[in-house]
């Protein structure tokens, strides 16, 4: 069975850092595309980081969170990583982690989704 799951969320003081993994089961992750997204509350969802296979594992981020968050892959793990530093409170939100089913990051919606865990960045 394809699945994703999301951890490492909760909460987090303004400044902190938080590591959220995505863990596959049921094929492996280093063959595809995955990205992060996330939905605040009474927000639409966004896209908020990429990680490739082609291009040597080329990276993308949304410009609110460019130079604080960084996407990385376990391969070993069958895992992907989102290192949040510099949290605002802007960054609460659910975030989850999905994949295209192919090597590239694409604008069209993801085909496999996990369910997502919640950040909350407050004081």
């Known amino acids: 069975q394809v699945q994703l799951v999301e951890s490492g969320g909760g909460l987090v003081q303004p400044g902190g850092s938080l590591r959220l993994s995505c863990t596959a089961s049921g094929f492996s992750l280093d063959n595809y595309a995955v990205g992060w997204f996330r939905q605040a509350p009474g927000k639409e969802r966004e896209g908020v980081s990429c990680?490739?296979?082609?291009?040597?594992?080329?990276?993308y981020y949304a410009d609110a969170v460019k130079g604080r968050f960084t996407i990385s892959r376990d391969n070993a793990k069958n895992m992907v990583h989102l290192q949040m530093n510099s949290l605002k409170p802007e960054d609460t939100a659910v975030y989850s982690c999905a994949t295209w089913g192919g090597v590239s990051c694409v604008r069209s919606a993801p085909q496999e989704w996990g369910n997502g865990t919640l950040v909350t960045v407050s004081s």
């Open positions: 990680i490739s296979v082609s291009g040597h594992g080329t990276t």
